[in-house]
């Protein structure tokens, strides 16, 4: 019976055993004394036991990243990538934001925890959006091209990842209006020159603008081989074409894009997937090719998204 | 004049089952309903405030992807804890700070002597250890106490202590017989005295 005392202390007993201790306490009184020597040994567990309060805003968070989590692992509408039909995104800001509401309607929370949210989830949201713009452009490229831009044809110092930017807006395929600062990095910032005014640019002056072609993203940057280089063309829905830019310091960590906490990247195919780290299931490192530089891949299955100014 | 929300007054299985079926509503009442209980018990036993909140929300990740796998009457409570301590243990790993199950363990497991060696200190025990110590010192020398226990332990410590909960719930949170449990909170409150014991050999010198 010894071996419930603890429990009996703690209410920790189902109730037929608590009955039964009930009884061998009121028939011993070794037992009594075990008992109270166990309750002076727990009390100075009582010293910590005042409650530890919550964050006051962890039922708004936890509530907007299973909304965000909805949002990103909602199925996709069937879309070929070359069918040149409209593409909608299946799951846009503003569902995010519906979503989260119905989870918030009867917990009592209101107004400013709906900003809250969506000083979170939007940029997010907003980053996706943004990519399914260029994925929309992209496809209807390789459509026209049978591949997507070939940024190595131009001539150097020219023939960065950042210029497939200009050359969809001069392809008349995506809107002039479109931002490459990432939302998650800070206000709308369209591409600085269309593809003439870059042509007509100084080599000097073109080294300052390169970053800010594509800004916040990373173009993918084919890959070579013996055969030579090897501008992206579609291979498959699990190949990323763009995505958030690799950290600035280029350490091995996430985009800064969101904080560290991942990158959103557009694949072949239209779907943008969040990553929380960088490698696929057949290469390890999507901002880096197998020898570990910022260049083209070595291989077909070796994917390199580099940012604005690297050439491939 | 308030009206109360149906989904308040619940039960926390109605809500679940409610959930299930597809009233999204009940499920930020269920989380709003264990915040509290829950966030307490993950900061106690990461001893992190931010880990703590990172496995709180992929706790309640977890329920709302999962939901499906509920069985429908099923206890809410321990159900919930167990989700969390097994997503407790997972960030402790990736964090490189989960203790790999020791031989200590399985000792620890394997006597039934912890109760009567606890029983004759407290037996033989002169005054309160710890009675020296006061308020804000005596908190964070009981909390330091119980951090230093290995998991295994510390676990079953603030579940049945801290948390409350019955040694049929720990068990199965745990995925242990109850006589483990019984054992292992004999074997925590044991070292606690030792550790207490010497805490106040340490002041007197």
Redesign the interface.
């Known amino acids: 019976m010894?071996?419930?005392?603890?429990?009996y202390l703690?209410?920790?007993?189902?109730e037929k055993s608590e009955r039964e201790m009930e009884a061998y306490l009121a028939s011993s009184a070794e037992a009594r004394n075990?008992l109270e020597?166990?309750r002076?040994?727990?009390?100075?567990?009582e010293?910590?036991?005042?409650?530890?309060?919550?964050?006051p805003d962890?039922?708004v968070?936890?509530?907007a990243?299973?909304a965000e989590?909805c949002s990103q692992t909602l199925p996709h509408a069937p879309a070929s990538p070359r069918s040149g039909g409209s593409y909608r995104n299946p799951w846009r800001r503003v569902d995010v934001l519906v979503a989260a509401a119905?989870?918030?309607?009867?917990?009592?929370v209101g107004v400013s925890a709906l900003a809250h949210l969506r000083n979170q989830a939007a940029p997010l949201v907003e980053c996706k959006e943004n990519l399914h713009q260029f994925g929309i452009a992209l496809n209807a490229y390789h459509e026209q091209h049978h591949q997507f831009p070939d940024v190595s044809k131009e001539v150097p110092p020219y023939n960065v990842a950042g210029m497939f930017v200009p050359m969809l807006i001069n392809a008349g395929l995506l809107s002039k209006d479109i931002t490459v600062r990432c939302p998650g990095n800070g206000p709308f910032k369209p591409t600085p020159y269309t593809l003439d005014e870059i042509h007509a640019m100084s080599a000097d002056n073109f080294a300052l603008t390169a970053p800010y072609l594509a800004c916040c993203y990373a173009y993918s940057l084919g890959y070579r081989d013996e055969a030579g280089y090897h501008a992206p063309s579609y291979q498959g829905a699990g190949f990323p074409l763009v995505s958030d830019r690799s950290p600035r310091d280029q350490g091995p960590g996430n985009s800064f894009n969101h904080g560290g906490t991942g990158q959103n990247v557009l694949f072949q195919d239209g779907h943008v997937k969040f990553m929380t780290n960088r490698s696929l299931s057949f290469d390890s490192d999507i901002f880096r090719n197998r020898q570990g530089n910022i260049e083209a891949g070595c291989d077909p299955n070796d994917v390199v998204v580099g940012p604005s100014a690297v050439s491939p | 004049m308030d009206v109360l929300?149906p989904?308040?007054t619940c039960s926390d299985e109605e809500l679940l089952g409610s959930f299930r079926r597809g009233k999204?509503?009940?499920?930020?009442?269920l989380?709003?309903r264990y915040?509290?209980e829950l966030?307490?018990y993950l900061?106690?036993y990461l001893g992190d405030?931010t880990l703590a909140?990172d496995v709180?929300?992929n706790t309640?990740?977890q329920v709302?992807?999962k939901i499906g796998k509920y069985d429908p009457g099923r206890p809410v409570r321990p159900w919930l804890y167990t989700i969390a301590t097994h997503q407790a243990i997972d960030a402790l790993r990736r964090q490189g700070r989960q203790q790999a199950v020791s031989l200590e363990q399985e000792r620890v497991n394997g006597t039934?002597d912890e109760?009567h060696y606890?029983?004759d200190m407290?037996?033989s025990r002169g005054p309160?250890?710890?009675e020296h110590s006061q308020g804000e010192e005596?908190?964070q020398?009981?909390?330091a106490s119980?951090n230093r226990l290995p998991d295994f332990l510390k676990q079953v410590?603030i579940l049945?202590?801290?948390q409350?909960?019955?040694?049929?719930d720990?068990a199965d949170i745990m995925d242990i017989p109850v006589g483990t449990v019984?054992s292992r909170?004999?074997a925590a409150?044991l070292r606690?005295?030792e550790a207490?014991t010497g805490a106040s050999l340490f002041q007197d010198i």
């Open positions: 010894d071996e419930n005392l603890v429990g703690l209410h920790s007993l189902d075990k020597n166990l002076r040994g727990l009390e100075p567990l010293a910590d036991r005042e409650e530890i309060a919550p964050p962890l039922l968070r936890t509530l990243r299973v989590y119905v989870l918030l309607a009867a917990v009592g | 929300d989904l308040t999204r509503e009940a499920f930020g009442v989380v709003r915040q509290g966030y307490g900061r106690r405030s909140e709180f929300q309640f990740l709302y992807t039934g109760l606890l029983l407290l037996e309160d250890p710890l005596m908190r020398l009981v909390r119980v410590v049945a202590y801290y409350g909960l019955k040694y049929k720990i019984k909170l004999h409150l606690l005295q207490w």
